[in-house]
């Protein structure tokens, strides 16, 4: 079949949120754009991601006229607990930093964007296949792909933007003389559930416990999701509902009688757990945003705001290049979004290591952990670093 073509100003490989909110982004901006996507529209809609925004990632939403459902849906929280030695304490972010984070799960992020850019007449391309990109060196980079009829198609454009996810073929497609990759691997992952439960609290539970690391998490009133760390190797469908409450509760134990409350679990998996950094982020006219270019552990849910804000920096680039026939910002869009990448990545990093235990770790790190923890909570400069990591640095 004969290739047909789509000439547009931006081709974008992924309609993940970083995707779609590139997208309608530039919408905004009147700046054309065609998605490619490999997976349906149902499978993003019902994968499984996490569940917390920072006030930036929100205002992103609301003021490009995306969705405001986050502000009627979602739920505002003010804090989180950290939990050690048996008993929650809080770090109140409302009070420590004047910001706080709303519990809105990556899957409503996209229904939203998803449902943003078809109202607009988007043109975004689900479940299209043999997906590659072309000539990116050049003033005409393509990107080719059969769409779901199995109609093979080239799209046209100024530049390609790869938000693709970790295993995307963007990134892939940057020779490996022009690209570093700094990755670590941390000896345990993560144990994901959802269970038909009600809230065992109001807020997030980030717990350290000799058994390893817990965190109480929600979706809604009835429904609750909730990690444990694991090994890496951990295969999921060998736990029982019994030795998942048993393990969960173990974790959350202590003085002051903290009791979780379970239910029917209908969703348990393991989580892949790494930290990974590609620079730069641009090769030639390709440029690359989200977790195509960078992944964080889950600790501190930093994965889809880094997103978010990759493609706000990406955004304003590409509308002074286009519309104001200025480069300058464009180029400089792999510095200014890798400043908040390593930012990001450190706290990710840092949470991580503060709240898991090591397979061999010693008694000294436990307890150094326990102080490291006590810092944290016992002084509002301890908790202020937090605080403010955890809702967001400002998008500037
Ligand atoms: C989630 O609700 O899925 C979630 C929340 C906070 C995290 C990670 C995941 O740090």
Redesign the pocket.
């Known amino acids: 079949m004969e290739r047909r073509i789509v000439k547009t100003q931006v081709g974008i490989v992924g309609a993940g949120p970083a995707g779609l909110m590139l997208s309608h982004l530039l919408y905004t901006s009147g700046i054309d754009s065609t998605v490619v996507e490999s997976r349906s529209h149902e499978t993003i809609r019902t994968t499984q991601r996490?569940?917390?925004l920072e006030h930036g990632s929100v205002n992103m939403l609301v003021d490009s006229g995306a969705s405001d459902r986050v502000l009627r849906e979602g739920h505002r929280h003010d804090g989180i607990e950290l939990r050690f030695d048996g008993r929650n304490h809080r770090i109140d972010f409302l009070d420590l930093v004047g910001e706080s984070v709303w519990?809105y799960p990556q899957n409503e992020v996209f229904t939203d964007l998803a449902e943003a850019r078809h109202r607009t007449g988007g043109d975004v391309r689900y479940s299209s296949s043999d997906s590659s990109v072309l000539d990116l060196e050049t003033d005409t980079p393509k990107i080719h792909f059969t769409d779901v009829d199995g109609q093979p198609w080239e799209v046209h454009c100024d530049v390609v933007v790869g938000s693709d996810g970790s295993g995307g073929i963007c990134k892939k497609s940057i020779p490996a003389e022009h690209r570093k990759d700094y990755f670590i691997q941390y000896p345990f992952a993560w144990f994901g559930i959802l269970a038909e439960a009600p809230p065992s609290a109001p807020e997030?539970i980030y717990a350290h416990s000799d058994r390893g690391f817990a965190?109480i998490?929600?979706r809604t009133d009835k429904i609750q999701?909730m990690?444990f760390q694991c090994d890496p190797n951990e295969d999921a469908s060998t736990w029982t509902e019994e030795m998942i409450w048993e393990e969960l509760q173990s974790r959350m134990g202590g003085q002051d009688g903290f009791h979780l409350k379970t239910g029917r679990i209908f969703e348990q998996m393991v989580l892949p757990f790494r930290s990974y950094v590609c620079e730069p982020m641009r090769y030639g006219n390709l440029f690359l945003a989200g977790d195509a270019s960078h992944t964080v552990p889950?600790?501190?849910?930093k994965g889809l705001n880094l997103a978010l804000a990759d493609v706000k920096v990406l955004h304003e680039g590409l509308d002074s290049y286009f519309n104001s026939k200025n480069s300058e910002l464009l180029d400089a869009y792999s510095d200014r979004a890798l400043q908040r990448v390593w930012k990001a990545q450190n706290f990710s990093y840092w949470m991580t290591s503060m709240l898991h235990q090591h397979p061999d770790g010693s008694e000294f790190e436990k307890k150094r952990q326990l102080g490291e923890l006590s810092s944290v909570v016992s002084s509002r400069a301890g908790s202020s670093y937090l605080a403010e990591a955890y809702t967001g640095w400002p998008l500037k």
Do not use: E, F, K, N
């Open positions: 996490a569940g917390i519990l997030l965190l998490s929600q999701r990690y889950p600790t501190g849910a």
